[in-house]
């Protein structure tokens, strides 16, 4: 489900800037939530109180104020590449799925979007299994010192492999995250009982955060056994803090039930729910303001900030047409290319 409507006046390099800006200040400002959503997880959070602020607190006792944010520097870098990968992925898929006349259904533009998250996600694994290292080990007694170190430390102790452990649960994770995507979407106009083209930006928002509801919550077994896989490790202290012991993801599965019951893959659910609302509201809010400025810069507004068009533009023309009329306006010559036989 998309976040925003695609803005034919911005470049692509615009758009990736805002969407990578947006991202980054989001994550940094629920990264908290984060560090105690993956510490749950591994099982690290359990010597350290229940729910979320406790185990923001156990962590700024232990460790100071700055362990807060473990993981988010890496978290941040990541961003930029994933989304120029996914934003490859999902426009070859849609030309894929593509019928003879040029359209695809809804369920075909989901399925694509799930896949190119999946393609995005394998090509930047490493990144994410670094986060996880960083954030379960103590900042006072660190074993990897920075994310270039974590990652040559890994390879040579653990192996090429090891930065891609526990990749398999993210591809099935995709099939209930795809599913639950398909069930919000299906009835989003029974919920607000009118036509989906007709929503406003607050209702979009709120489609949004109720599918990422969803999706997490169906999905969050599979990513809870990953965090797990991600953490392990027998070069780090207390093997990496995890709570139990296995041998792999089907083990991994099996032990967490026998020793914590089935709500057990669903440890770290609650600080993970509670930063949805603040993501895409930071993420939503940056987003529109790092747009106004880029429509701005291109000459669409007259102001960054408000939406004001600008008197006499065509806002139908894109940027690198734009430039070329406001250049003929200017010096009396377009740059066009001659008609050859």
Request: hydrophobic residues 45%; proline residues 5%.
């Amino acid at each position: 489900m998309a976040t925003w409507r695609r803005d034919s006046r911005l470049t692509g390099s615009q758009r990736l800037l805002c969407a990578g800006l947006a991202g980054a200040l989001s994550l940094s400002l629920t990264a908290p939530l984060e560090l105690a959503t993956v510490l749950a997880q591994v099982g690290v959070a359990r010597g350290r109180g229940r729910g979320p602020w406790a185990v923001g607190r156990g962590v700024w006792r232990a460790e100071g104020p700055r362990a807060l944010w473990k993981g988010n520097t890496v978290a941040c870098l990541r961003l930029f590449p994933y989304s120029a990968v996914q934003l490859s992925a999902y426009r070859k898929f849609v030309i894929l799925f593509m019928d003879d006349l040029g359209h695809i259904s809804q369920w075909s533009a989901i399925m694509a979007g799930s896949l190119a998250g999946m393609v995005s996600t394998i090509v930047t694994y490493p990144t994410d299994l670094i986060k996880t290292r960083l954030i379960v080990q103590n900042m006072l007694e660190p074993s990897y010192r920075g994310i270039l170190h974590a990652f040559s430390t890994i390879y040579q102790q653990e192996g090429f492999l090891a930065l891609y452990r526990g990749i398999s649960l993210t591809v099935l994770g995709a099939l209930p995250f795809s599913a639950g995507s398909l069930l919000v979407y299906m009835n989003l106009e029974k919920i607000w009982n009118g036509p989906r083209d007709r929503f406003s930006l607050l209702q979009n928002f709120a489609n949004v955060c109720l599918a990422a509801t969803v999706t997490q919550t169906l999905s969050f077994p599979f990513d809870t056994v990953k965090r797990k896989m991600q953490a392990q490790s027998p070069f780090l202290p207390h093997c990496g803090g995890v709570d139990v012991h296995f041998s792999g993801a089907m083990d991994c599965f099996r032990q967490i039930v026998k020793s914590q019951g089935v709500l057990g893959l669903w440890n770290g659910l609650a600080a993970n729910l509670l930063k949805i609302v603040p993501y895409f509201g930071v993420m939503f809010g940056t987003f529109e303001f790092c747009k106004r400025i880029c429509l701005y810069q291109n000459g669409y507004i007259v102001s960054p900030l408000s939406y004001k068009l600008t008197p006499g533009v065509d806002q139908s023309l894109k940027p690198q047409e734009l430039r070329e009329l406001n250049k003929f306006f200017k010096t009396g010559k377009l740059n066009s290319r001659k008609p050859t036989l």
